[in-house]
């Protein structure tokens, strides 16, 4: 018997079985595409936040509310007890001297209203040097100036997509906008950018930080960046921020670098990573056990096919070979729809969150999930295929 | 213990043996108690020649099918297949003379489910390397042969038990083999269609074929020439069928009593 029959033979006796080909297949197909899908969402804002760091420029020190090193991988936020305020930016300006920039940022959801048009934005504010750290690409307009950081003026200037979602037919310059519940004018609207370190950039607001301060009703700022001259002063510059804040917030605070704060930030997302790989992991699993559940079920029913065709003749090659066709075709089509649908997913999804492939889950989810099918699928005929047609008619 | 046993002999004098068990036993070991299927049966079956094995259920007959037939491997003995012994066979080989020279009816059916009845007949001949065409040729005549020319297409939970049966058939004769073993062809069906199943047997024993059937019906075993009966393993008699019943003159006879009521 060749190999064309032992295809044909498979191929009726799949077609012959098709609820079981479809579970099976779709054990298959759950677990590549789930492990495809998460670890394409991990590995996209790995990437995505560590290369809008990096984008910054190798210059910035950020100085945290909170200590960060013993709160460990928790991050900012873990044992807050005292915020910064303007003041202590200030006092850092001066202290630094007139080359190095500093400033103080804010950062806090809120509504933004046009006429009956509603959205939930991200206000991001700073003082006038923001463009200085913020990389700010004006497709009209202008940022906010010294005068208006002084007189705390309500002036905003809107991510790329809050402007198409606001003012999806007109001009924004000069118009008002309502932010939670205030009048503010727009005075510039920048270029889409994708997302950054502070989240989705297109999705944020900007205005001056006092104003953002009386918005919120608090004296408060969220973190303070320092951009150095020259970027081989960037530990200098971090050395003597640590000092100025030390008598202030003794141990409550934590300043790093870029470098570090890149490194930081890669540890927490390569939890995130790794979290997600093991969901994936999980998924990968659960889709094994169902592949195993169809297979081992219908082992009483395949080992009485195996007896019957024994019984007319087959040898155990024709047996052997039928059982690993059947397998491989089952456990390759689910691969291939499941790296498909796991392909469409992630490019679905990069809509809302970065992604991006990576050829070792793939490669790995694939190869996983095709052995738990072609193994379920050929062990138990390999055993049945040994017995006499007598043992395997009447297996129960 | 075996009576007749000359008249049986000389049967087979001018006439090849095909199928001979020689002191076969089967022996099941179940939680450490022994179960004796088979306790040393001789038997010799002659080419061309029709057998009814009778018995009492449990008395070992289809264990002893399953062993002529080469589906199983007797205990103790040796079975041999047209002068060969078939002991020392590889399960390969074993496969090639299952395929070409016997054709097996089981009481069970035992078709492939979800499968047409053409497919399932087709099943021996796609083992036996024959082309696709050849193959479907000869599947729809031997379904024709057994009335289920107008059947290929369905499904065996689509047919009777009577139909089942027959495709059973048409697949035990579907390679033209040598010997047809058939174990209780008639138990699940009524009297017509198990005369019926008898006249298509009996067909195939006038075209020099070697049946063999088990039966649990004294009726059903005088359409053979030889009967041997079995009782807890052993072949406690033998007889020759001194007024063979022709299945197709009782179909005949049966036709023209239901068209007067
Ligand atoms: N796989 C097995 N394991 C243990 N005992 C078995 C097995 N198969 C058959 N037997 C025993 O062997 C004996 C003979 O069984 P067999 O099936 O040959 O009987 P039979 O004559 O065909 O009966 P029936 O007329 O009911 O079909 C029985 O006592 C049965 O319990
Ligand atoms: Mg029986």
């Known amino acids: 018997m060749n190999i064309f029959e032992s295809f044909r033979i498979a191929l009726r006796a799949l077609n012959a079985n098709k609820v079981r080909s479809i579970l099976t297949m779709l054990g298959v197909i759950i677990g590549v595409a789930a492990v495809i899908l998460l670890v394409a969402i991990g590995t996209g804002v790995q990437k995505e936040v560590t290369g809008s760091i990096e984008g910054l420029g190798s210059n910035l020190v950020f100085a945290f509310p909170g200590n960060i090193e013993e709160s460990g991988a928790g991050g900012p936020g873990g044992t807050i007890t005292k915020q910064f305020t303007i003041e202590d930016a200030d006092l850092i300006d001066r202290r630094l001297g007139p080359d190095e920039i500093v400033v103080p940022v804010i950062q806090a959801a809120a509504t933004l209203k046009v006429g009956n048009r509603e959205m939930r934005t991200t206000v991001a504010a700073g003082n006038e040097y923001s463009g200085e750290v913020f990389a700010a690409d004006y497709v009209d307009g202008?940022?906010?100036?010294?005068?208006?950081?002084?007189?705390?003026?309500?002036?905003?200037?809107?991510?790329?997509?809050?402007?198409?979602?606001?003012?999806?037919?007109?001009?924004?310059?000069?118009?008002?906008?309502?932010?939670n519940g205030q009048r503010f004018t727009v005075i510039g609207h920048v270029a889409s950018q994708g997302g950054?370190?502070?989240?989705?950039?297109?999705?944020?607001?900007?205005?001056?930080?006092?104003?953002?301060?009386?918005?919120?009703?608090?004296?408060?700022?969220?973190?303070?960046?320092?951009?150095?001259?020259?970027?081989?002063?960037?530990?200098?510059?971090?050395?003597?921020?640590?000092?100025?804040?030390?008598?202030?917030?003794?141990?409550?605070?934590?300043?790093?670098?870029?470098?570090?704060?890149?490194?930081?930030?890669?540890?927490?997302?390569?939890?995130?990573?790794?979290?997600?790989?093991?969901?994936?992991?999980?998924?990968?699993?659960?889709?094994?056990?169902?592949?195993?559940?169809?297979?081992?079920?219908?082992?009483?029913?395949?080992?009485?096919?195996?007896?019957?065709?024994?019984?007319?003749?087959a040898k155990t090659y024709d047996i052997l070979s039928q059982f690993v066709i059947e397998a491989v075709m089952l456990s390759v089509a689910g691969g291939v729809i499941g790296i498909v649908l796991g392909w469409v997913g992630s490019a679905a999804l990069s809509t809302v969150v970065p992604t991006e492939i990576t050829p070792w889950a793939v490669a790995l989810a694939f190869l996983f999930s095709a052995g738990v099918g072609i193994f379920f699928g050929v062990y138990p005929a390999y055993r049945a295929s040994r017995l006499d047609p007598i043992e395997a008619l009447r297996y129960e | 213990m075996v009576e007749n046993n000359d008249s049986v002999a000389a049967m087979c004098l001018d006439a090849r043996v095909v199928l001979e068990a020689r002191d076969v036993s089967k022996c099941y070991t179940l939680d450490e108690i022994e179960v004796h299927a088979l306790r040393g049966v001789d038997l010799q079956i002659c080419e061309g020649q029709m057998l009814s094995i009778m018995g009492p259920s449990g008395s070992g007959k289809s264990t002893l099918m399953h062993i002529i037939g080469l589906l199983d491997h007797p205990s103790n003995g040796s079975v041999t297949v047209e002068g060969e012994d078939v002991s020392d066979m590889e399960p390969n080989e074993l496969a090639a003379v299952r395929n070409q020279r016997i054709g097996f009816v089981f009481q069970a059916f035992n078709l492939l489910a979800r499968t047409s009845a053409q497919a399932n007949v087709e099943l021996p001949l796609i083992y036996s390397g024959l082309g696709g065409a050849e193959r479907a040729r000869k599947a729809r005549e031997a379904l024709e042969r057994v009335g289920l020319g107008d059947r290929l297409g369905h499904l065996p939970s689509q047919l009777s038990g009577g139909q089942q049966q027959r495709v059973a058939i048409a697949r035990a004769l579907v390679t033209e083999p040598s010997i047809v073993l058939a174990d209780e062809p008639t138990g699940n069906l009524d009297s017509r269609s198990g005369m019926e199943v008898m006249q298509i047997l009996q067909d195939l024993n006038d075209?020099?074929?070697?049946?063999?059937?088990?039966?649990?019906?004294?009726?059903?075993?005088?359409?053979?020439?030889?009967?041997?009966?079995?009782?807890?393993?052993?072949?406690?008699?033998?007889?020759?069928?001194?007024?063979?019943?022709?299945?197709?003159?009782?179909?005949?006879?049966?036709?023209?009593?239901?068209?007067?009521?």
Do not use: C, W
């Open chain 1, 142 to 179: 202008r940022g906010y100036r010294r005068s208006e950081v002084q007189a705390a003026s309500r002036v905003v200037i809107l991510g790329s997509r809050v402007r198409d979602q606001l003012f999806p037919l007109r001009d924004p310059i000069g118009e008002t906008v309502d932010v």
């Open chain 1, 196 to 313: 950054s370190l502070t989240g989705d950039q297109d999705n944020q607001v900007f205005m001056p930080v006092t104003t953002a301060q009386r918005l919120l009703g608090t004296t408060d700022i969220s973190i303070i960046i320092i951009k150095a001259a020259d970027p081989e002063n960037v530990n200098s510059v971090q050395a003597q921020v640590e000092r100025i804040l030390k008598p202030r917030f003794g141990e409550e605070f934590s300043v790093f670098t870029q470098a570090q704060t890149l490194g930081i930030l890669s540890d927490l997302l390569g939890t995130l990573t790794v979290m997600l790989a093991g969901i994936a992991g999980i998924s990968l699993l659960v889709g094994g056990i169902g592949i195993m559940n169809i297979m081992l079920v219908s082992v009483s029913e395949r080992t009485r096919e195996i007896g019957i065709r024994k019984a007319v003749g």
């Open chain 2, 207 to 261: 075209q020099g074929i070697t049946v063999v059937l088990v039966t649990h019906d004294p009726l059903v075993a005088k359409h053979a020439r030889r009967v041997v009966h079995l009782a807890d393993g052993r072949i406690v008699e033998e007889e020759i069928v001194k007024e063979r019943y022709i299945a197709r003159d009782r179909l005949a006879a049966l036709s023209t009593e239901e068209a007067h009521r």
